[in-house]
């Protein structure tokens, strides 16, 4: 038998159902925006049109084109974040700017994920990414107590906001929870070994392919290994991530095999992803030319270069800044279930009215 459809969420009985994590959602933005102006923030606005959606081998875009009067048209993409507007603004001479931008990424449905979803990124001038931790932290809490909450929860899964977040850097995690050295696999510029971390990814009992990258490798491991036991009981930072999984962060400067990255995790979900931003243009272009190859090999297609945010790179002042995926925290702040649950308008699909 055909299970019956579900319903849409713009059903009166399942709007009701959902309505207290709305209404939720709404005094957490108002609590974070209040966090934000009195760390003297400026709330900017930037176009989800870009000549560029970004250069992430794994992230996949919306194509549109913009048409002229004349009919020209020009290819765009809707962006999957507003990180290179950003920085353009810190280019610009602004300092510190936060934004709650929509932002698009295709291929992507599930409890955790949405075509359409709200991101905050927040950028800090002239200071650490360290101080990214502390602003994390103060929106975790911040969160739940607008929530009318102690603790964030999903399925099951529960962690105290007001405990200090561990810190813990990739090198550990990979040997406390899955038995391999990951630095012995990475050499004193960067450069990757991808036998040595085959070797242990089989040893460790981890399904691989043949084709694996050293970076599929270490995927894998993160996910499977790893990601299940972050953000329990209290938030983790997970940080210093090796230079090939850089993006768009600079190296340490205490050590060339890892990047000032972190990604922050509560209930074994990942919430934020945090750079002490790289702002040599050329290596900037070097890493999105190399992404783009890896788009190509394994999709077969790329995505171009934004050479206005490369050139804006090359004069913006050293900062640190930080992309927060805000409907999860409200989901984590309400221990909703599904993405779904915390969207005013979900975009129609499969997943909407469950």
Request: charged share 25%; with cysteine.
């Amino acid at each position: 038998m055909t299970p019956a459809a579900a319903s849409p969420w713009w059903t009166p009985h399942v709007h009701a159902d959902r309505r207290p994590f709305l209404l939720a959602r709404n005094r957490i933005k108002a609590a974070l925006r209040d966090y934000l102006a009195r760390e003297d923030f400026i709330e900017v606005e930037t176009s989800a049109l870009q000549v560029s959606p970004g250069n992430e081998a794994h992230l996949h875009a919306f194509e549109t084109a913009a048409i002229d009067p004349d009919g020209t048209r020009t290819p765009l993409y809707l962006h999957t974040s507003p990180e290179f507007a950003c920085k353009k603004l810190l280019a610009a001479g602004e300092q510190r700017i936060a934004c709650f931008a929509p932002v698009y990424r295709n291929r992507e449905r599930g409890p955790l994920h949405h075509p359409e979803f709200t991101m905050l990124e927040w950028y800090r001038t002239g200071e650490t990414y360290q101080s990214l931790m502390t602003d994390c932290h103060e929106i975790l809490m911040r969160a739940t107590e607008a929530a009318g909450t102690r603790m964030l929860g999903h399925r099951g899964r529960f962690c105290n906001p007001a405990l200090e977040p561990e810190r813990l850097t990739l090198a550990d995690a990979f040997t406390r929870y899955a038995g391999i050295d990951l630095l012995a696999t990475v050499g004193p510029t960067g450069e990757t070994d991808r036998d040595a971390l085959a070797a242990a990814v089989g040893s460790a009992g981890i399904r691989m392919a043949g084709d694996d990258s050293w970076s599929d490798l270490f995927s894998r491991v993160l996910v499977e290994k790893i990601e299940p036991h972050l953000g329990l009981g209290r938030a983790t930072i997970l940080m210093e991530y090796p230079v090939a999984e850089a993006a768009l962060a600079r190296p340490s400067p205490g050590d060339a095999r890892v990047a000032e990255r972190f990604e922050l995790y509560a209930c074994g979900v990942e919430l934020a992803n945090a750079f002490g931003e790289l702002t040599d243009a050329g290596e900037q272009r070097r890493r999105f030319e190399l992404e783009m190859a890896e788009k190509s090999r394994i999709y077969g297609e790329r995505y171009p270069l934004d050479e206005d945010f490369l050139a804006a790179l090359a004069i913006m002042p050293e900062a640190s800044g930080s992309a927060l995926g805000f409907d999860r925290l409200v989901m984590l702040a309400t221990d909703a279930s599904r993405i779904e649950q915390v969207l005013w308008a979900p975009v129609a699909g499969t997943e909407a009215g469950r």
